[in-house]
């Protein structure tokens, strides 16, 4: 009977220890599901952040976008009809000089047109818009060179060449040719100031222009 008995307890206890490792094995299959899920919650949540953060960059930049292109579209419109206006005032003048001096009278056309004033104005203009975006990009910038060798305002307070140089850089505009031709500089004097610029900070070329990149808007 205590045979009977201890036989009846082993198998019992036999078939407790095969459902527990039955259960175990399951709670570990179980167990390894949800890590691995969590695995890749982690890695969704960290693409998700990663999207987001791009997601803001190109928003900010986009805001940028408008804002440069709103304001200065305003400003060219207000410089183009004021050159117009100009341009016709010359060459009704020049109508009237032929008429008393002859053709003689056309060789100082281009020099009566104001082409440096208005080039003037142009600067001036995209001083004042790209000011508006990056109200501290003159500190900022600043901040990037070594201590008493700030670049100052240009004299009306816009920027002076050198910062035009590093302001266009901001936007995106690298191209030495498209620089030259915007600010009426050789390609060579760009290098120049670039150079005189990056001599007077600690940083790395790479890194300072990278800096310059990074100067955002309030």
């Known amino acids: ?15 407790s220890l095969l459902l527990t490792g039955i259960l175990l094995a399951k709670l570990l299959r179980r167990n390894k599901r949800l890590e691995n899920m969590r695995v890749s919650l982690n890695d969704a949540q960290d693409k998700l952040v990663e999207a987001n953060t791009t997601l803001s960059s190109l928003n900010s930049k986009l805001k940028e976008t408008i804002a440069l292109k709103d304001s200065y579209i305003m400003q060219s419109l207000y410089i183009n009809t004021s050159f117009l206006k100009q341009v016709e005032c010359r060459c009704r003048e ?19 047109m104001g082409i440096k004033d208005e080039r003037q104005r142009i600067m001036q203009s995209f001083d004042h818009t790209f000011l508006q975006v990056f109200p501290n990009f003159i500190d900022d910038f600043n901040s990037l ?9 240009g004299d009306d307070g816009g ?10 850089m901001r936007l995106g505009v690298t191209d ?3 620089v030259s031709d915007f600010l009426n500089i050789s390609a060579n004097s760009i290098y120049v100031y670039k150079a005189r610029i990056k001599a007077k900070s600690n940083l790395s070329k790479s890194e300072f ?10």
């Open 1 to 15: 009977y205590q045979r009977h008995i201890m036989a009846v307890l082993l198998i019992f206890i036999s078939l």
């Open 94 to 112: 020049a109508i009237n000089n032929m008429k008393t001096k002859g053709l003689e009278a056309m060789r100082f056309l281009p020099y009566q």
């Open 145 to 153: 060179l070594n201590d008493g060798e700030s670049v100052a305002a």
């Open 159 to 168: 920027l002076s060449t050198e910062l035009r140089i590093f302001a266009l």
């Open 176 to 178: 030495t040719a498209a």
């Open 209 to 218: 222009d990278a800096r310059v990149m990074a100067i955002a808007k309030p």
